[in-house]
């Protein structure tokens, strides 16, 4: 009784603070339900951005973002590089069940705290009251740096292969760097325009581009098993390949398992949008698991397939394409307009992925510059009323993209370089939300109320979830060679090491002057 007592004036007094009768508390476009509500009340945030979300959009989104069968094709040369068919098949089952745990332990978070601050906000309230200010801090900016970097690298990924496609067509093509460079900051352009003139559309664009994720998805499958040179399973389940030259095929293979770790990152994706998702505590954990399901199994059976009627490794590693799947393509179906339409679908998702993932970068950081983590925090915290966007956040994330695409002028593993970055500091704040959650289980803390609870199964889960991204954070760094030139290095650990001493710089010199964290912000429920 005392419970429902306390729950009865928590409810009161949001209506209240909000100076709305209970009739005004239901649905609405822009504040969402009396749920949505109370949870921003409580955690001291104001409705800005239009509630216009729901189940079916937000899953459409998180489903493109990851776009699991299009990108595992299109990554799939790290791991053939390092692990070959057999490794790239069986390090992809591993990747998919270590992130079916780490998903469902962020989609309770999710639910208890469901705000686009996502993880640094959960590190504030959820970490030791010591450390809550600090990590919260170092966290909002390595998943500020996280998803400005994958806005780039999904850009990138979808300029690499319009080259490729173009090769297909016109075989007497030569790759220059500055063509990749330009076809980046076009597809930057593109995600700013949807992000910005056909924003309040988002939600019905998702779930139309979710049809086309499933229907291209069937009918390359089709293709490939109909007409595709069928290898023998058991020597496809069995090759693993050290073209890294490492010292042993089974250290080769946890090399190249990256390449299939990075289609399944993102699981907080659609977290970032949870103040534009209506009953946002119950829809996004639904959302967050499913989608990791349908796209886990859609990319697993793809994978499986793709080395099936693949052939020859290294004639598809060398392809003039630079990407072995549209070698694939092209050897299946020996035309080059049937390979242009088969890899055009798979273009075509990643240049929307990449529309999701902009979006998604520009809220990470409106959120967190809302709570003064970053330099010019009110400029990226704006939102025009007739927006309901964080449009200068969204500009900020195409500026972003526009420079970090000039690496393609240096270096001939850009794109491998990018998306090390975005995968291991995504990776890391998983690594300590999750760690908070963890530990409060342990120390027998109680727990914020929620629609998802993971209940006697949660500690076991969260601790498998270290356990994987700790493992594969580790990897993420490595070059796809032994002794790399150069150019080959993978440089994302000097570019995560540099944006780490800057945020502790500007922590200790500016930051914990004006950041408090959100927990300062937070409201009892009474």
Not at 59 to 75: D, H, N, P, R, Y
Not at 100 to 125: D, L, N
Not at 231 to 236: L, P
Not at 267 to 296: F, Y
Request: glycine content about 8%; aromatic content about 12%; charged content about 10%.
């Amino acid at each position: 009784m005392a419970e429902v007592t306390k729950e009865v004036i928590g409810v009161n007094t949001l209506l209240h603070e909000l100076d709305l009768s209970e009739d005004e508390a239901a649905v609405s476009m822009k504040k969402g339900t009396g749920a949505d509500r109370q949870n921003m009340w409580r955690m001291g945030k104001v409705q800005e951005l239009r509630r216009n979300f729901r189940f079916v959009s937000i899953f459409g989104f998180s489903m493109i973002l990851m776009a699991c069968w299009e990108i595992v094709l299109s990554t799939s040369g790290i791991g053939l590089t390092n692990g070959g068919t057999g490794g790239l098949i069986w390090t992809y089952l591993f990747s998919w069940m270590g992130f079916i745990c780490v998903t469902i332990s962020m989609a309770e978070m999710g639910s208890m705290a469901p705000t686009s601050g996502g993880q640094y906000h959960w590190i504030s309230e959820f970490a030791p009251a010591r450390a809550q200010k600090f990590l919260s801090y170092v966290i909002g900016w390595l998943c500020t740096l996280g998803w400005q970097v994958s806005s780039a690298g999904a850009a990138f990924l979808a300029g690499v292969q319009i080259q490729g496609l173009i090769v297909i067509n016109k075989p007497d093509y030569v790759f220059q760097a500055w063509h990749g460079t330009l076809l980046v900051i076009a597809v930057s352009a593109f995600n700013v325009t949807f992000n910005t003139f056909f924003a309040k559309k988002l939600p019905l664009i998702e779930a139309v581009i979710l049809v086309l994720h499933i229907c291209g998805f069937f009918a390359v499958l089709a293709v490939l098993w109909v007409m595709g040179p069928i290898a023998d399973a058991s020597i496809v389940f069995t090759t693993f390949n050290n073209f890294g030259g490492w010292s042993s095929k089974g250290l080769a293979t946890i090399v190249g398992a990256i390449g299939t770790a990075m289609p399944l990152i993102g699981a907080d994706a659609s977290v970032h949008l949870s103040e534009e998702l209506r009953d946002a505590s119950k829809t996004l954990p639904r959302a967050m698991i499913w989608s990791i399901l349908v796209n886990g199994a859609m990319g697993w059976i793809i994978i499986i397939t793709y080395c099936c009627v693949l052939g020859n490794v290294e004639d598809a590693l060398e392809s003039p394409t630079r990407q072995p799947f549209l070698y694939v393509f092209q050897n299946t179906t020996k035309s080059a307009v049937g390979a242009s339409l088969m890899g055009a679908v798979v273009i075509s998702m990643a240049t929307f992925s990449a529309v999701s993932v902009t979006a998604t970068s520009s809220r990470q950081l409106f959120a967190f510059a809302r709570d003064k983590g970053v330099p010019f925090h009110e400029t990226f915290a704006y939102v025009p009323p007739e927006w309901d966007v964080p449009i200068n956040a969204v500009c900020f994330s195409f500026a972003v993209a526009c420079l970090l695409s000039l690496i393609n002028l240096g270096s001939a593993v850009a794109f491998n370089t990018i998306a090390s970055l975005g995968s291991a500091a995504l990776m890391s704040s998983y690594i300590v939300s999750i760690s908070c959650m963890a530990l409060k289980r342990i120390r027998g803390e109680p727990l914020l109320p929620s629609e998802f609870k993971l209940g006697r199964t949660g500690l076991p889960i969260n601790l498998i979830s270290l356990v994987f991204l700790i493992f594969i954070f580790f990897f993420s760094f490595w070059p796809g060679m032994v002794k790399p030139t150069v150019e080959l290095m993978n440089w994302s650990s000097m570019m995560f090491g540099g944006t780490m001493i800057f945020a502790l710089l500007f922590y200790f010199f500016r930051g914990r002057h004006v950041y408090d964290g959100p927990v300062t912000y937070v409201r009892k429920s009474a």
